[in-house]
């Protein structure tokens, strides 16, 4: 199953979907309908220049992460709970290097470290495994020592090193709220990431409060208001294609766990 989600995630997305439309289009000029194979190719290279574009992907991204305030970890509107539950983010590294190698949603674990510094729970789960057979450290343990780092006490880190998908984080950690007897949970992930997150989490009966960090939107040129700015929001990148392609991920996995009956 696991493979199954990772090829769709990888197929239907904005760059796999324009190879696609231009090979259909190679086909047709090779089949002499060069009216049609040209069209195609137009195609193509339309659909790739659209969601190659800033102000696209700071449409689709807002669709997405706009659904959850960003709070201060010290905020009035976040509520007390028993444990702190971040999804995994951060990836181990090759045994060569001394430290995990982290990637942008990192944030998670920082503002993990926030709330729990302001108090709003005592303990922290980290959740996340690696992958079969790999001698790199799993998320979960790599996330740990960055939290040691960032203040807080080994002994209220609790690892879950098994879950390699968000549904598999959701089944882990609802294993280990049982174990421990927490009632109430805040969790933690980046806003681009948190609808799936939390709707896999609700459909397993946990009782969250979600905690959206690492916008991106809201850190991109959506509010730049000079002729500069708009102009930039027209031309084609490829990291708004990236960015793309990261919303439609979170958009396939949501209704595929919709599908199986996951949500």
């Known amino acids: 199953m696991l493979a199954v989600q990772q090829l769709m995630s990888a197929l239907l997305a904005p760059l796999p979907i324009t190879l696609v439309l231009l090979l259909a289009a190679f086909v047709l000029l090779l089949a002499g309908w060069r009216r049609s ?14 969601w190659s574009l800033p102000v696209v992907a700071d449409q689709v991204g807002a669709g997405l992460e706009f659904r959850y305030p960003a709070l201060a970890a010290d905020s009035p509107q976040l509520p007390r709970a028993d444990v702190i539950v971040v999804a995994g983010g951060v990836f181990g590294t090759g045994l060569a290097l001394p430290h995990p190698n982290l990637n942008s949603a990192a944030d998670r674990y920082w503002h993990a470290a926030r709330l729990f510094h302001a108090g709003k729970a005592p303990w922290i789960i980290v959740s996340g495994g690696g992958r079969p057979g790999s001698a ?10 960055f939290l040691l780092d960032l203040g807080v006490p080994d002994e209220r880190i609790l690892l879950e090193d098994q879950a390699r998908t968000t549904r598999e984080n959701a089944v882990w950690v609802q294993a280990m709220v049982h174990e421990y007897g927490f009632q109430n949970l805040l969790l933690v992930t980046s806003a681009l990431h948190m609808r799936r997150t939390e709707a896999s989490f609700r459909a397993l009966g946990m009782d969250i409060v979600p905690v959206a960090t ?29 960015r793309n392609h990261q919303a439609w991920h979170e958009h396939v996995g949501y209704w595929y766990y919709r599908l199986r009956g996951w949500l």
């Open 136 to 145: 790199r450290p799993t998320e979960a343990a790599s996330a740990r020592l």
């Open 214 to 242: 690492d916008y991106d939107v809201s850190t991109s040129s959506w509010a730049e208001d000079d002729d500069s700015g708009r102009l930039r929001r027209w031309l084609p990148s490829s990291r708004s294609l990236f």
């Open 37 to 50: 194979g040209l069209g195609g190719m137009a195609v193509a290279l339309a659909w790739l220049w659209v």
